[in-house]
Nanobody, 125 residues
Framework: QVQLVESGGGLVQAGGSLRLSCAAS????????VGWFRQAPGKEREFVAA????????AYADSAKGRFTVSRENAKNTAYLQMNSLKPEDTAVYYC??????????????????WGQGTQVTVSS
């Protein structure tokens, strides 16, 4: 089973940038899509972005399009979420998770597993 550890969160001013990392252990990481989700206090976990097993195709939530970029380096067993032009409404705990197939077939959290512990992103106005 894959184990995931997120890092790179922090406090940033509106308009700033952060790059989140998702480090995986286990040989099967490169065989599956990987997704990023976030959860703000009092809200449900929501899809942010995901990429296929090779990184050749990706999907984004409308809120992330044009500002966030998802990528991965399978040789390093790591996925990334580059976040630019951050807004206060991006404040949340960000999680990475492994998809159920090689491509992104769903944006539903229930289609992903092996969740990491999350990393806090706080954007001040």
């Amino acid at each position: 089973q894959v184990q995931l550890v997120e890092s790179g969160g922090g406090l940033v001013q509106a308009g700033g940038s952060l790059r989140l990392s998702c480090a995986a252990s286990g040989r099967t990481f490169s065989n599956y899509a990987v997704g990023w989700f976030r959860q703000a206090p009092g809200k449900e976990r929501e899809f942010v972005a995901a990429t296929s097993w090779t990184g050749a195709s990706s999907a984004y939530a409308d809120s992330a399009k044009g500002r966030f970029t998802v990528s991965r380096e399978n040789a390093k067993n790591t996925a990334y979420l580059q976040m630019n032009s951050l807004k206060p409404e991006d404040t949340a705990v960000y999680y990475c998770a492994v998809g159920s197939s090689r491509v992104v077939i769903s944006k539903a959290p229930t289609e992903f597993g092996s969740w990491g512990q999350g990393t806090q992103v706080t954007v001040s106005s």
